[in-house]
């Protein structure tokens, strides 16, 4: 992974600092400059590793730019951050994450209202300190505390999406170490939550010493936590923790099942050991004999432990998929057949560099055929989205054309020719029925207006949803997980509509929207609903992101049999046509 990003963000904190304490406004340019140089910078700057000329070859990096460049290169930091950052209270870091609170405003909150952390600011908007200070309205003081509520419910959870693959790298990297057997995630993660806190590793090694090393002294640790026998925690960059016990595999399936959760989960499965006279904790299922203390302990051998499987069948019930041990689902009910990745065999929401994608269509195409699938729809923006380049209707037609010659040309795969059209706030289409009849397949999103009240989202969405020529309702909340809340519309009567016009509801596969979330999809898939598996992929990396809809649907109950996405080819393009009839 390219280091560009995490660099950009050291600088524009050192700039935010530096504002912070009032220092001179060339100075705090400079380092935003420096910014933004990075962030756009096309490839990774660590290939530049002692290179300070290469380095302050590039337009806009001065020596000393290029010497804290090489100091991150090198050791992961930069000093004169960590430096000014000991120079202010350190709370005020924490507030310069509010969304919405400038280094500006958090300089007046701190000198004007002596407020220098999360807390103080709490307290200072419920005692009317901040209202007080001049040029302040209520209206801005409602938008910090709304951004706060915000970021309270969210916590500092991150994405399943940032999660999921440092996760995966960590185990790689650990299971080169000698004597390691075997590693595997735990928790929220391996239940597929759509924000993670701590990431849980379970780990059987020969040589729990050699593997502990390599834990704690990884390239991305910035701090140990604890460093015991049995168990070591590490937090790296931005906040993630990380835990890493040490298992005897003997006893791997309790732990693994205990360390999944969830907690009510876990529950109902030692209640239901008690009922049947047993004990069950991480180390395994024990009979129980009315003894003191824990069974394993006192020498007791378990009736199950080494494996999951083997202690759901001791209690007498079947595997549940992590994804399912919610607290809304019984351990006693058989899991529905869920979706799976294998399972998917069309794209159905994808853009091409004719809109704000990289791919050519031809590019697009190939990678699609590449994936084994037999659809792909090209689903670029509609005019509306200036921003995304979105496509005027003369533009669209000429895309029309060029994507039904792409699908004469290229053999083994349909495509079809799509738009991605606007749903406006008031719930018209961004194209008029004419031009939407032309096309094989409509996906049709929301993506300005995204703070309307519920009744209007939901005559919106209605709008659309029953709009004959309308297929699919992309990413239907427009949320952005941690950013944008997104719309909050009348879900069981959208999903009412949906099933009676036949229009499909999409899951939005991008781990940044996972849109419908999986309480969604839970009440559409019990109510009927058709549901789509889309990653709206804008790169050819974007197909990857499939998974993250996939544990998304799961969570959901979503079996493959209403999913249009693992139709065959003549099922799902004899319902598109059906629409067109
Ligand atoms: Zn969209
Ligand atoms: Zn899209």
């Known amino acids: 992974m390219s280091i560009n990003r995490k660099l950009s963000t050291q600088f524009d904190t050192i700039a935010s600092v530096l504002e912070v304490m009032g220092a001179n406004a060339f100075k705090i340019n400079a380092n935003r400059r420096v910014a933004r140089i990075i962030k756009e910078y096309p490839t990774d700057l660590a290939e530049f590793a002692g290179d300070k000329k290469g380095l302050t ?144 590793l379970l780990a059987v090694s020969d040589d729990p010493d050699a593997l502990a090393e390599a834990f704690t002294t990884g390239p991305d640790v910035i701090k140990i936590l604890a460093q015991g026998k049995t168990k070591c925690s590490v937090r790296l960059e931005r906040g993630v923790q990380i835990d890493l016990r040490m298992i005897e595999d003997s006893a791997f399936g309790a732990a693994l099942m205990y360390f999944t959760g969830s907690k009510e989960h876990n529950v109902e499965l030692r209640e239901r050991a008690i009922k049947a006279g047993q004990r069950l904790n991480e180390y395994g299922l024990f009979p129980d004999d009315g003894g003191e203390g824990t069974p394993q302990s006192r020498g007791i051998q378990p009736v199950a432990s080494r494996t999951e499987e083997d202690i759901y069948e001791a209690l007498e019930l079947p595997w549940q998929p992590p994804e399912l041990r919610e607290q809304r689902d019984s351990a006693e009910d058989p899991p529905p057949p869920l979706v799976t990745t294998d399972a998917i065999r069309a794209e159905l929401h994808a853009h091409t560099n004719a809109s704000d994608g990289v791919m050519t269509l031809r590019e697009l195409v190939e990678q699609a055929k590449s994936r084994g699938y037999h659809t792909i729809a090209v689903t670029d923006h509609s005019k509306s989205s200036g921003q995304a380049n979105g496509l005027s209707p003369d533009r669209l037609r000429a895309h029309i054309d060029a994507i039904h010659e792409i699908n004469d040309e290229i053999k083994g795969i349909r495509v079809l020719a799509g738009s991605e059209v606007d749903i406006l706030a008031d719930g018209r289409l961004d194209y008029d029925d004419e031009l939407l009849a032309r096309l094989d397949i409509v996906v049709a999103s929301p993506h300005a207006a995204l703070t309307q009240d519920s009744k209007k989202a939901t005559s919106r969405l209605l709008a659309a949803i029953e709009h004959p020529l309308v297929h699919i309702i992309g990413h239907p909340t427009g949320r952005i997980i941690n950013k944008r809340e997104g719309l909050s519309p009348d879900m069981p009567r959208l999903f009412e509509s949906a099933v009676e016009h036949d229009t499909v509801m999409e899951i939005n596969a991008n781990p940044l929207r996972l849109d419908l979330r999986d309480t969604h999809v839970r009440l559409a898939v019990e109510m009927g609903c058709q549901i789509a598996i889309n990653t709206d992929s804008h790169r050819p990396e974007d197909f990857d992101l499939l998974r993250y809809g996939i544990l998304t649907a799961r969570r959901g109950r979503l079996g493959p049999k209403q999913c249009i996405n693992a139709w065959t080819a003549r099922k799902l393009h004899s319902w598109l046509a059906g629409k067109r009839s």
């Open 57 to 200: 070859s590039i337009e806009g990096i001065g020596s000393g730019s290029a010497d804290r460049i090489l100091e991150f290169i090198d050791t992961g930091q930069i000093n004169e951050l960590t430096q000014l950052a000991s120079e202010i209270p350190e709370g005020l870091i924490d507030l310069l994450e509010v969304p919405g609170l400038g280094p500006k405003t958090v300089r007046r909150f701190w000198q004007e209202a002596e407020v220098t952390s999360l807390d103080e600011l709490r307290k200072a908007i419920s005692d009317g300190r901040l209202e007080s200070l001049p040029r302040f309205g209520t209206k801005k003081i409602e938008n910090i505390s709304d951004s706060l509520a915000f970021m309270e419910a969210s916590g500092d959870r991150m994405r399943l999406g940032t999660a999921l693959p440092i996760a995966e790298s960590l185990i790689e990297t650990l299971l080169q170490v000698p004597g390691t057997r075997k590693i595997e995630y735990a928790g929220s993660l391996r239940r597929g939550r759509e924000t993670i806190g701590d990431i849980d």
